[in-house]
């Protein structure tokens, strides 16, 4: 798979969506934007089930996450497009690395991948996920979003609260060392979970990968090397 981004990417002919059907205004354009990126394009010619694999390959190469042989956990995985991207990162095909990917959804197998379908807040998820590791983490990422209810405010509350809970797990899994990578939004809050984070971790820093789209208020959060558990207690 390439990992080719940014200006490289062929731009198609703008299409239209025609009015009639049953289609709403809002499906509408949804349709129009999606037959109008190029991510989209480009992630079924790279065999990506996702566009959302060119924001994780973007981080990679600005500020490596992953390494050969690493140990990885997505959380809320469906439908696996950075499960594809890690995969392939640490090496998976070749037996060195391995991914460990969870969602509350099924998802189509990945190479490579071993999946589950849980809850990564259920009280006994750390560890059941660290012992199919075999390990504990290099990575912990997750691209994870709640369902839009419309209302701004309540958006960004319920997308920073998932963050949040998914920090707090990656700190019971990482390995010293370890990196931990999620999806925020811009709305006044994305700060804190700064602050939080860098108690435990040397570096934390905010990313806008090309791959976002220009009218999204969506950040990543990357913090990298981790302290260990005892930092955190």
């Not at 390439?2 to 049953?22: D, E, H, Y």
């Not at 071993?114 to 983490?137: N, Q, S, T």
């Not at 419309?150 to 997308?159: E, P, S, V, W």
């Not at 998932?162 to 811009?186: D, Y």
Request: charged share 25%; hydrophobic share 45%.
């Amino acid at each position: 798979m390439t990992s080719k981004l940014g200006s490289g990417l062929a731009r198609p002919g703008r299409q239209i969506v025609r009015k009639g059907g049953n289609k709403t205004p809002s499906s509408r354009a949804w349709l129009a934007r999606q037959l109008n990126d190029p991510y989209v394009a480009q992630a079924k010619r790279d065999g990506y089930r996702s566009r959302a694999a060119y924001k994780l390959v973007e981080i990679d190469e600005r500020f490596p996450v992953f390494r050969p042989g690493g140990r990885v956990i997505d959380l809320g995985a469906a439908p696996g497009g950075w499960s594809q991207v890690a995969a392939g990162r640490v090496g998976c095909a070749s037996g060195r690395g391995k991914v460990v990917a969870i969602d509350l959804l099924e998802m189509d197998p990945v190479p490579g991948v071993e999946f589950m379908v849980m809850d990564f807040m259920a009280e006994d998820a750390p560890a059941r996920i660290v012992a199919m590791l075999g390990e504990r983490a290099d990575v912990v990422m997750s691209d994870m979003a709640a369902n839009a209810t419309g209302h701004k405010q309540t958006d960004h509350l319920r997308i920073m609260g998932l963050a949040e809970v998914a920090a707090e797990f990656a700190r019971e899994v990482l390995a010293p060392g370890g990196a931990f990578l999620a999806k925020v939004l811009k709305g006044g809050t994305e700060n804190t979970i700064l602050a939080d984070l860098k108690r435990d971790f040397a570096a934390v820093r905010h990313i806008k990968p090309a791959a976002s789209r220009p009218d999204s208020a969506e950040l990543y959060v990357l913090a990298t090397g981790f302290r260990g558990a005892s930092a955190s207690g």
